[in-house]
């Protein structure tokens, strides 16, 4: 399994970014996504996930919901992670993963993407 985070950069206050995660070794479909984000001496936390289906069930961390949006593209085993008006709190490395359908952990990783917004 490997997951591949790109996208992440410099942005000021109120721009926007797109993150993609490309996914391979396993069949994509049978795995709902995430993007979690980690700031500097802060825990890791959850942004979005979304089921397994291209068009599929959506979950938001209350910090993002109406400025970020997660969608994926079984068909280029990809998942994205549009994030607008973004905020200087939004600051951390943000990693992709999978999880298994049936199963209650997200056990692959990817290696992260910087994504710094300047005040």
């Known amino acids: 399994v490997q997951l591949q985070a790109s996208g992440g950069g410099l942005v000021q206050a109120g721009g926007s970014l797109r993150l993609s995660c490309a996914a391979s070794g396993f069949t994509f479909s049978s795995y709902a996504m995430g993007w979690f984000r980690q700031a500097p001496g802060k825990e890791r936390e959850v942004v979005a996930t979304i089921s397994r289906w291209s068009g599929g069930s959506t979950v938001y961390a209350d910090s993002v919901k109406g400025r970020f949006t997660i969608s994926r593209d079984n068909a280029k085993n990809t998942v994205y992670l549009q994030m607008n008006s973004l905020k200087p709190e939004d600051t951390a490395v943000y990693y992709c993963?999978?999880?298994?359908?049936?199963?209650?952990?997200?056990?692959?990783w990817g290696q992260g993407t910087q994504v710094t917004v300047s005040s």
């Open positions: 993963a999978a999880r298994l359908v049936g199963t209650n952990d997200y056990r692959n």
